[in-house]
């Protein structure tokens, strides 16, 4: 068996997965832990540390060339977890650090949306794109830029939140302090709170009256619509019209080939692609019609995610020639 793999780590608002990555980029292993049950980052390193253990005395004679992160707010070039408003660490947690010294193996990490566009350009649909986008919609809005084949870091390494880009002056609050950011309105908390304020006004009849805002889910809104619920049906077209306008700037700027779309909420398909495409469509300038194709990557992002982090420490380490031959 090959000695070239990767632990990779992909920590989420709700979930973190992790699992082992080889050259090739298969998944020898796939986990997952609540994210919201580790109050403090160390308490996660510990348990990521004791379950990879654990794995890999299954796995005879694997071995790690080290770890590739991807999180809310992960500063690629200090390591450092930058208050990430999805998660319960505030401040600056010294991520990086903190699993080096676990696992005493190189780490790399960035953006979570970032692994995932390297998972897509090593291993999945963007192999022979060099301009695109990954956007994903999970607990928060991330985004991942990729033009000219390199991922856009920017000077801080923080370029490309798209999901903190303001779509409503005095909006939502959001989790990072702001009021009216992306991802209040397109995520599926967004989708939450966009059902709960049209119940609040609606006198129609609906399958999701019974609903309150801590009971509700994305999938719940998702059965809703696809049996034809009137007001689920409005929330998606309401999120998929803001996302829709959101993506058609987006072109203004970076002129990508496709935009990927991942995450929980992508999982609900033409519920949120169809007013998606069709805003998109109608707000892009007439020099960019045509040119960027939106493909729903859904839940099998993921997988790529978790390959991106492989990408990214090999990237790190300059052994990335090991990914793509």
């Given at each position: 068996?090959?000695?070239?793999?990767?632990?990779?780590?992909?920590?989420?608002?709700?979930?973190?997965?992790?699992?082992?990555?080889?050259?090739?980029?298969?998944?020898?292993?796939?986990?997952?832990?609540?994210?919201?049950?580790?109050?403090?980052?160390?308490?996660?390193?510990?348990?990521?540390?004791?379950?990879?253990?654990?794995?890999?005395s299954k796995m005879g004679d694997?071995?790690?060339?080290?770890?590739?992160?991807?999180?809310?707010?992960?500063?690629?070039?200090?390591?450092?977890?930058?208050?990430?408003?999805?998660?319960?660490?505030?401040?600056?947690?010294?991520?990086?650090?903190?699993?080096?010294?676990?696992?005493?193996?190189?780490?790399?990490?960035?953006?979570?949306?970032?692994?995932?566009?390297?998972?897509?350009?090593?291993?999945?649909?963007?192999?022979?794109?060099?301009?695109?986008?990954?956007?994903?919609?999970?607990?928060?809005?991330?985004?991942?830029?990729?033009?000219?084949?390199?991922?856009?870091?920017?000077?801080?390494?923080?370029?490309?939140?798209?999901?903190?880009?303001?779509?409503?002056?005095?909006?939502?609050?959001?989790?990072?302090?702001?009021?009216?950011?992306?991802?209040?309105?397109?995520?599926?908390?967004?989708?939450?709170?966009?059902?709960?304020?049209?119940?609040?006004?609606?006198?129609?009849?609906?399958?999701?009256?019974?609903?309150?805002?801590?009971?509700?889910?994305?999938?719940?809104?998702?059965?809703?619509?696809?049996?034809?619920?009137?007001?689920?049906?409005?929330?998606?077209?309401?999120?998929?019209?803001?996302?829709?306008?959101?993506?058609?700037?987006?072109?203004?700027?970076?002129?990508?080939?496709?935009?990927?779309?991942?995450g929980g909420l992508a999982k609900?398909?033409?519920?949120?692609?169809?007013?998606?495409?069709?805003?998109?469509?109608?707000?892009?300038?007439?020099?960019?019609?045509?040119?960027?194709?939106?493909?729903?990557?859904?839940?099998?992002?993921?997988?790529?995610?978790?390959?991106?982090?492989?990408?990214?420490?090999?990237?790190?380490i300059g052994n990335i020639k090991?990914?793509?031959?």
């Amino acid at each position: 068996m090959s000695k070239s793999h990767a632990l990779s780590i992909d920590i989420g608002g709700t979930h973190c997965k992790f699992g082992i990555i080889s050259q090739s980029g298969e998944v020898l292993s796939n986990e997952k832990l609540d994210t919201r049950d580790f109050p403090e980052a160390y308490l996660l390193v510990k348990t990521l540390y004791e379950k990879t253990q654990q794995t890999l005395s299954k796995m005879g004679d694997v071995v790690l060339d080290g770890v590739g992160v991807g999180a809310p707010n992960a500063n690629y070039y200090s390591g450092q977890l930058e208050s990430p408003p999805n998660l319960p660490w505030k401040g600056s947690t010294p991520l990086k650090k903190m699993l080096h010294e676990a696992f005493n193996l190189p780490v790399a990490i960035t953006n979570d949306a970032n692994i995932a566009a390297l998972g897509e350009m090593y291993f999945g649909k963007a192999k022979d794109i060099k301009d695109f986008a990954v956007i994903t919609l999970g607990t928060g809005l991330g985004s991942g830029f990729v033009t000219n084949g390199k991922l856009i870091y920017g000077h801080d390494s923080f370029a490309g939140e798209m999901g903190h880009i303001n779509v409503v002056p005095d909006g939502r609050i959001c989790n990072c302090g702001k009021r009216g950011c992306l991802e209040t309105y397109v995520s599926v908390t967004g989708l939450k709170r966009t059902a709960m304020e049209l119940m609040a006004k609606y006198s129609g009849k609906t399958s999701l009256s019974g609903y309150s805002y801590e009971t509700i889910g994305g999938i719940a809104i998702s059965e809703a619509a696809r049996s034809n619920d009137p007001l689920a049906i409005e929330a998606f077209n309401f999120t998929g019209k803001i996302l829709g306008y959101k993506l058609a700037d987006l072109v203004a700027l970076l002129s990508p080939k496709v935009i990927f779309i991942t995450g929980g909420l992508a999982k609900s398909g033409d519920l949120i692609m169809k007013p998606t495409q069709k805003y998109f469509e109608e707000n892009l300038l007439n020099i960019y019609k045509g040119k960027t194709e939106l493909i729903n990557i859904g839940l099998s992002g993921q997988e790529s995610t978790l390959k991106g982090g492989a990408a990214l420490l090999w990237e790190y380490i300059g052994n990335i020639k090991l990914v793509t031959g």
